[in-house]
């Protein structure tokens, strides 16, 4: 019984990270609150490059495999790296909380789905099953893209995953394609992408960067690179 009692202490102690786990009791009931609240009025995110992206159904593909990128990335980060995976976590938790915010003070939709399908086939169902589960308001910043960029960013900071180059060039790839798919599936807009990237240019060095130089002691500069430099070094490790 007193070895049980141990091992149970130790398990605890190695994954008390999964208390990140918590927030998802806060979130998912706010996100459906604010799902099927109706405001009295919604602002419509809308741009003209939005209105030359063609429909496409095949991006549902990518789309929906956002589910099993964001599973897996998880349960990879939980397991191999716990200091990443919490730092990965406040990451999704802050940008999760202030998209909230935003659509519940600023509620944004889009009008960019086709009231008719351009072909019938396995994918346009789908697409179709989308449009019947998942609304077109609350929109702004996209939750899809924003986590999609933060997960892989959780994934490259862990030292055991950024050595598998196969693997991170997979994972960047399908990133990208998630991103894509959000747009021509005409769940998002333009904007809605750029807000999430925004959201994340602003977030990452506050939990990436600022801790690091504060504790080294050193002057906190927040961003003193071009606004492509982390990009062009990911890409640059990546490839190279």
Same mark, same amino acid.
């Given at each position: 019984?007193?070895?049980?009692?141990?091992?149970?202490?130790?398990?605890?102690?190695?994954?008390?990270?999964?208390?990140?786990?918590?927030?998802?009791?806060?979130?998912?009931?706010?996100?459906?609150?604010?799902?099927?609240?109706? &405001?009295? *009025?919604?602002? =419509? $995110?809308?741009?003209?490059?939005?209105?030359?992206?063609?429909?496409?159904?095949?991006? @549902?593909?990518?789309?929906?495999?956002?589910?099993?990128?964001?599973?897996?990335g998880f349960i990879i980060m939980f397991f191999t790296d716990k200091?990443?995976?919490?730092?990965?976590?406040?990451?999704?938790?802050?940008?999760?909380?202030?998209?909230?915010?935003i659509n519940y003070f600023y509620p944004t939709m889009v009008i960019?789905?086709?009231?008719?399908?351009?072909?019938?086939? &396995?994918? *346009?169902?789908? =697409? $179709?099953?989308?449009?019947?589960?998942?609304?077109?308001?609350?929109?702004?910043?996209? @939750?899809?893209?924003?986590?999609?960029?933060?997960?892989?960013?959780?994934?490259?900071?862990?030292?055991?995953?950024?050595?598998?180059?196969?693997?991170?060039?997979?994972?960047?790839?399908?990133?990208?394609?998630?991103?894509?798919?959000?747009?021509?599936?005409?769940?998002?807009?333009?904007?809605?992408?750029?807000?999430?990237?925004?959201?994340?240019?602003?977030?990452?060095?506050?939990?990436?960067? =600022?801790?690091?130089?504060?504790?080294?002691?050193?002057?906190?500069?927040?961003?003193?690179?071009?606004p492509g430099g982390v990009l062009s070094s990911i890409i640059r490790?990546?490839?190279?």
């Open positions: 019984m007193k070895l049980f009692s141990e091992r149970s202490v130790q398990f605890c102690k190695k994954y008390n990270h999964a208390l990140m786990f918590l927030y998802a009791g806060f979130y998912i009931p706010m996100y459906f609150w604010l799902e099927h609240r109706e &405001f009295a *009025t919604y602002h =419509v $995110i809308d741009t003209k490059l939005d209105h030359l992206i063609p429909f496409s159904e095949y991006f @549902i593909i990518p789309y929906l495999l956002w589910f099993g990128y964001m599973a897996v200091k990443e995976f919490i730092k990965m976590g406040f990451v999704l938790g802050f940008g999760m909380t202030t998209a909230i915010i960019l789905r086709p009231t008719v399908m351009p072909r019938d086939n &396995f994918f *346009t169902d789908l =697409v $179709i099953g989308l449009y019947k589960t998942d609304t077109s308001t609350n929109v702004f910043p996209s @939750i899809h893209v924003f986590n999609a960029i933060a997960v892989f960013i959780g994934l490259y900071h862990n030292d055991k995953m950024r050595k598998h180059k196969a693997f991170m060039i997979g994972t960047f790839t399908l990133m990208i394609l998630i991103i894509l798919s959000t747009m021509f599936c005409k769940q998002h807009s333009v904007l809605d992408i750029l807000g999430s990237v925004c959201l994340i240019a602003f977030i990452y060095p506050c939990v990436y960067i =600022v801790p690091t130089l504060v504790k080294n002691k050193k002057p906190v500069i927040v961003w003193t690179r071009r490790n990546l490839l190279g």
